[in-house]
């Protein structure tokens, strides 16, 4: 390394002391504008150090710590390094990615020496940071509760390792900043180079105050966007307080039943203490909890009677306590009864004397108990009371009387209070009286309401009263009848089951009820109404033959119904007025109805069928008979005529106008201005022939023509339009029916007005007149894209439209559309040229300022202009014109017409001097006025960034890009691509070498990953910074599905042809395999037959450098790469493989546009040879070298081809690289430049590389082969 050192220094002393020149007078020196300056960066963060160089004339380097990194702007061998900014300004800013601490040097801008100027140093210091690597409190965990008695001291050491420079410590207590007088700070060397650890410790004594106290170490440093801590909480350990109850008072006096909480609380304490509740000295509730400073247990339970009495104690304490703090309560409960019964005798008769007991069980106080019979109070009863369970009280009252004559059963209530709560207790005895039933009385069937025929009906008897219960019994005109019979309690039912039927209409249904203690029966009846419909139905007509213009009457009689039916007329599902003739009665209460409809009878009425419907409306049931009439009437159309037919010029129409009558048959007769239509041809064939031909007349019968009902239109014309009649008759009489025939033709525009040429603010005129049928306002219409028509106004009239642009300006120029649309036939449209006369605007374009060639070249000045009428271009340097003619050999002004209003100057300098660098002046002018742009014509130099980056597609592994090339800095310019995933910052490269392109597709990219693109352009002068590091895109995260096999499509299918078309198939392909060996055979003999002729011309057999001069005499000039071909085309062509001896398919692409190679017919013929041959550009092989399929027709300009008399080579030519394809394996030769040796060597390709890697993107090694000439 030492030995490189020296190296690297003598070099520079060389150049910088090697050779010194004066500088001319008056010349500014090079010096630094801004020199490099001592900072600070955080480790890993971006470094930039500034150096900007004025009137730049040495080279410029860096140097770490006097180790010069070298001129390459790249720096070799420091990836994390380059120089950026602008140089060809003097812009030379070190730029340090991911600094690290190796990165803590000294930095030296260094300028060399040249043309006598001096060289410049200037020197600054980089200081990395590092931000401490940890911080803890050494002995304690992360967040660790430290445990202490009260009194007690402890000691906290804070420990911030591996920072440079040493990180500051500071102490907190709950987030408050302390500063202790016993704080000590100790800083140590680390064992990492150049970093320091710091240990600060405190010493602190606890009170009970500092308990639950945090106390935090924060590290601060400027590497640290903010301090990093370590912290521990603090527990004084001390006894917690006396219990304390509450929720209960000594002496109070609670219900029983009610919800009490008693809740006892022991303030302090660390631990807090555990508070436990007894009840009579067992233990009851665990379940304390803390609030706050305090220990709190809180019992919720339902006070009961075994409350009474009951002693609740509080117990408290932790491990600080010696023996337990204890509280405790005594409660008092207050409870009603715990149950009431009443008992004595289930039965008993009139006059009977019964005595009944009620008992009391435990209450406190003791209940009060008083009777009440059948809602009376009865005070004559006696009572006593005892002692019970825990405080409680029983009492026991006895009651004695003589049962009353009531009709009911007799009810006792035993009322029990606790006076004290307010609460009563009530139990009921009934008593049973016996009594006779009361009458009977009916359910489910009210008096006179109607039931269904053929219905089920209920009918329920009950009796009440009776106890014993009654007994029951159902009679049918007074015949017993069987019935379903409950009891339950004093009520007694039977139910009866009725299926209705017309002769239970007006029957008598009776229930009779009785028991032992009635002297007789009692009972009650009622009398069915049933509801039957109409059975039958019938219609009669008169009179029998009907005609249109009579009457008819139709008579509709029904069965019997009760209630009586209602007769409703229908036609169809249309309802008819019929008018009520008759009613009588029949069986079984029912009545018949008799209903007459009048028709007056229509054509229309012939066929109908009328229905007369015979309705029970309270059974909802009908019976209908229908009658279908049959009316003698005149034609009628079945549809109604139309009174007009639009039929389409040249088409075809049929129009059906069939007529109904009865009695048929219906005669037709078609007439045109009073004279009868001809007949149609016999055959069909006239569809197909106007359909072709639409303006074929009259071949093959008349183009109108009738059959019957129907009108046959062919090939209409214009002429046919018109008034048509059909008259259809048969004996009843006739109908007649016109039609007018309207013929629609497609639009035609007949006139428009062309150009139109206004100043700027005037209105311009547009009209448009057109023809066709029809033809509506609606159906006229002005285009032009991207235009805005508010500024307009449009008039339609007489199939004519006028457009109005009002106070046109340079931006109305253009041309608008007139378009016709009618739905018939093609759109008609035509153009109309709107120019507004303006001065010329120049186009002021960073592609255009600048112009560059080299000495003794030809130089090429552009300048673009837009304006009306023509533009005329002057260019003017120094004031003086030059494109006057005066020097024709040394200038020329081509100007061309580019569009309607825009124009082009391109202006020649031939033969290009020093003294021709300069700043060139273009005048664009017309009788309007005149617009100047300034054009700097210079030396060719590096080209400008690309411009405008942007993604413009991308797939789940590709990214498309697409950009606007800069200046191209007067040299062929081509294009490297840079890019990185968001993650990474190392790049890979990718170059264009197809110049003139300006998108791209980058492949082979990972799955929905995050990309960072950015471009540069360079060419043989130099390269340009990068462009577009902010253009980033993903690609997708599913991959597309895996296409189907084409072998499996259509398998199906396949198997579903007919017989014919199987043979069919298998004899074709027996030809083509036949044919096919043929051709194998023809190809193989011609080759041995070759081998075995002699040469016609004697050459080296592994060179072939003379038949390459014949076959493609190469031109690099200029005139030659304008005749290159402007598209890139794709051809399939098929050559025998020299691997497999089979037939194998490859792609042929063509030649990049860009290519400067021209090939010319002359020479083209040469002599075929048993070593390669070579083939210019859109030349075929001889016939004997090529496959029998191959088809050399498809042959295109720029492409190449190489054969030897085994293989057909092929391949595409980009600039200075050949792509050759043998068999299936491709390869890459060099493409030298005219004159120079084309040698054969392999190259392989790498797509993707690294920083560093060659330019082209590929590697080469000479291979074995020969050397040819061309």
Not at 23 to 30: I, P, T
Not at 1073 to 1085: E, H
Request: hydrophobic letters at 30%; one cysteine or more; proline letters at 7%.
């Amino acid at each position: 390394m030492q030995v490189v050192k020296i190296l690297l220094l003598g070099t520079f002393c060389l150049l910088t002391y090697g050779g010194e020149n004066q500088l001319a007078s008056g010349q500014q020196r090079q010096h630094f504008r801004n020199q490099p300056e001592d900072q600070h960066v955080v480790e890993g963060a971006v470094a930039l150090i500034k150096c900007e160089v004025g009137n730049q004339k040495g080279r410029v380097q860096w140097a770490k710590d006097g180790f010069v990194l070298g001129f390459n702007r790249t720096i070799p061998g420091y990836p994390r390094y380059e120089m950026v900014g602008d140089g060809i300004n003097g812009e030379h800013h070190l730029k340090i990615h991911n600094t690290t601490l190796h990165d803590d040097a000294d930095y030296q801008c260094q300028v060399g020496p040249a043309d006598g100027h001096d060289p410049l140093r200037a020197t600054g210091h980089l200081t990395v940071l590092l931000a401490p690597t940890s911080i803890e409190l050494l002995g304690r965990g992360r967040e660790e509760v430290i445990e202490v008695n009260e009194g007690e001291e402890i000691t906290l050491e804070c420990q911030v390792e591996d920072a440079k420079p040493v990180a500051m410590v500071r102490w907190y207590k709950n987030n408050e900043e302390i500063h202790l007088d016993s704080r000590v700070d100790v800083e140590k060397e680390s064992s990492q180079r150049r970093r320091h650890t710091l240990v600060s410790k405190v010493t602190l004594r606890l009170t009970p105050a500092d308990d639950g106290s945090h106390y935090a170490c924060h590290a601060e440093h400027p590497a640290l966007s903010q301090p990093i801590a370590a912290s521990v909480k603090i527990s004084v350990l001390y006894p917690p307080g006396p219990p304390m109850i509450t929720g209960y008072t000594a002496g109070e006096t609670i219900r029983a039943g009610e919800e009490r909480t008693l809740s006892c609380r022991s303030r302090g304490g660390n631990p807090l203490g555990r508070v436990v509740w007894y009840r009579n000295n067992e233990i009851i509730d665990t379940t304390d909890r803390p609030i706050g400073a305090e220990s709190v247990n809180e019992y919720k339970f339902i006070v009961d009677s075994a409350d009474n009495g009951a002693v609740f104690t509080c117990e408290v304490r932790n491990k600080l306590t010696e023996k337990p703090l204890l509280a405790s309560v005594k409660l008092e409960v207050q409870f009603p009864p715990d149950k009431v019964v009443v008992s004595g005798p289930t039965q008993s008769r009139v006059g009977e004397n019964v005595t009944l007991t009620c008992v009391v069980e435990n209450s406190n106080p003791p209940a009060e108990v008083s009777w009440v019979v059948d809602g009376q109070p009865r005070p004559e009863a006696t009572t006593r009371r005892e002692r019970a369970g825990p405080g409680g009280w029983h009492t026991v009252s006895r009651l004695e009387l003589s049962v009353p004559a009531v009709d009911r059963d007799m009810m006792f209530t035993c009322h029990a209070t606790n006076q004290a709560l307010g609460e009563t207790k009530v139990d009921t005895y009934m008593l049973s009286v016996l009594r006779p039933p009361l009458p009977p009385v009916l359910h489910g069937y009210s008096e006179g309401s109607g039931i269904r025929v053929g219905s089920q009906q209920r009918i329920t008897c009950v009796s009440r009263g009776g106890n014993p219960p009654a007994h029951l019994q159902w009679y049918r005109d007074g015949q017993k009848i069987p019935s379903r019979k409950h009891s339950i309690d004093d009520v007694s039912s039977a139910e009866i089951e009725i299926v209705a039927e017309p002769q239970d209409n007006g029957a008598q249904y009776r229930c009779e009820a009785h028991n032992s203690a009635a002297s007789s029966p009692v009972s009650v009846s009622t009398t069915l109404v049933v509801f039957f419909p109409p059975e039958t139905v019938k219609i009669s007509q008169s009179p029998r033959r009907l005609s249109a213009g009579s009457q008819a009457i139709l008579t509709c009689e029904s069965g019997p119904s009760n209630p009586a039916a209602t007769i409703t007329w229908f036609r169809g599902d249309y309802r008819m007025a019929g008018r009520l003739q008759e009613t009588s009665s029949s069986l079984n209460g029912g009545t018949r109805v008799t209903n007459v409809l009048a028709l007056n009878l229509t054509a229309a009425d012939d066929g109908l069928t009328y229905s007369c419907q015979a309705k029970n409306t309270a059974l909802q049931k009908d019976v209908t008979q229908s009658v279908t009439l049959h009316v003698n009437y005149a034609p009628t159309f079945l549809s109604e005529p139309p009174d007009v037919v639009d039929v389409v010029v040249g088409e075809s129409e049929e129009l059906n106008l069939t007529a109904r009558a009865n009695p048929g048959p219906v005669i037709y007769t078609w007439t045109r201005h009073g004279l009868p239509l001809p007949d149609p041809v016999i055959d069909d064939s006239w569809r197909d022939t106007y359909a072709q031909h639409p303006d074929m007349g009259g071949a093959g019968g008349s183009r109108v023509s009738a059959e019957g009902p129907l009108l046959y239109i062919r090939g209409v014309t214009v002429d046919d339009a018109g008034d048509y009649e059909l008259e259809a008759t048969n004996q009843e009489g006739a109908t007649v029916a016109k039609v007018y025939l309207n013929v629609q033709y497609p639009p035609t525009i007949k006139y428009t007005s062309e150009m139109v040429t206004v100043s700027e603010g005037q209105d311009a005129h547009l009209e448009c007149a057109a023809d066709g049928n029809p033809l509506t306002e609606a159906m006229m219409a002005w285009r032009r894209d991207d235009y805005d028509f508010t500024k307009t106004e449009q008039i339609f009239g007489g199939k004519k439209a006028t457009l109005t642009v009002l106070r046109a300006n340079r931006n109305d120029t253009g041309v608008f559309t007139c378009e016709v649309n009618n739905s018939i036939g093609k759109v008609a449209t035509a153009n109309i040229t709107l120019v507004v006369k303006t001065k010329p605007v120049v186009e002021r374009s960073q592609l255009l300022d600048r112009a560059a060639a080299e000495k003794g070249k030809r130089g090429e000045l552009r300048c673009l202009a837009e304006g009306a009428p023509d533009v005329s271009f002057s260019w003017k340097r120094d004031g003086l014109l030059l494109s006057n003619g005066a020097r024709p050999d040394k200038y020329e002004n081509e100007t061309v017409r580019t569009g309607l209003v825009s124009w082009a100057s391109t202006f020649y300098i031939r033969n290009v001097h020093e003294d021709d660098y300069g700043r060139y002046e273009c005048i664009a002018e017309n009788e309007l006025g005149a617009s100047t742009f300034t054009v700097r014509f210079i030396k060719p130099t590096r080209p400008d960034p690309p411009l405008s980056l942007k993604v413009v597609n991308t797939t789940h592994d590709t990214v498309t890009l697409a950009w606007k090339p800069g200046f191209d800095g007067g040299k062929t310019q081509y294009f490297r691509l840079r890019y990185r995933t968001k993650d990474s910052t190392s790049y890979q490269y990718l170059d264009v070498y197809e110049a003139g392109v300006s998108i791209y597709t980058v492949t082979d990219l990972s799955l929905n990953t995050e990309y960072y693109f950015s471009i540069m352009s360079y060419n043989d002068r130099g390269d340009s910074e990068y462009r577009g590091e902010f253009v980033r895109a993903t690609t997708r995260s599913e991959a597309p599905p895996t296409p189907v096999p084409s072998s499996n499509v259509g398998k199906e299918a396949s198997t579903k042809l007919p017989g014919l078309w199987v043979v069919i198939i298998v004899l074709v392909a027996t030809a083509l395999l036949a044919l096919n060996v043929s051709a194998i055979v023809c190809i193989v003999r011609r080759r041995r037959n070759k081998r075995a002729s002699p040469p016609t011309k004697k050459t080296p057999p592994p060179s072939v450098s003379s038949t390459m001069a014949k076959a493609m005499p190469l031109s690099v000039t200029q005139e030659g790469s304008d005749q290159a071909s402007s598209k890139s085309t794709t051809n399939t062509m098929y050559a025998p493989s020299s691997y497999n001896d089979t037939v194998v398919g490859e792609t042929l692409s063509s030649i990049s546009e860009k290519s400067r190679e021209s090939y010319t017919q002359e020479d083209s013929v040469v002599d075929y040879e048993d070593g390669p041959q070579y083939f210019p550009s859109g030349h075929a092989p001889p016939a004997h070298l090529l496959p029998a399929h191959f088809l050399p027709g498809r042959l295109v300009p720029g492409q190449v081809f190489l054969y030897d008399q085994y293989d057909l080579l092929y391949g595409c030519v980009s600039p200075r690289v050949l792509e050759i394809r043998i068999g299936a394996k491709p390869h890459l030769f060099d493409l030298p430049r005219a004159g120079d040796s084309l040698v054969a060597r392999k190259k392989t390709t790498r797509r993707k590389r690294e920083s560093g890697g060659d330019r082209r993107g590929h590697a080469g090694s000479e291979a074995a082969g020969s050397k040819y000439q061309y």
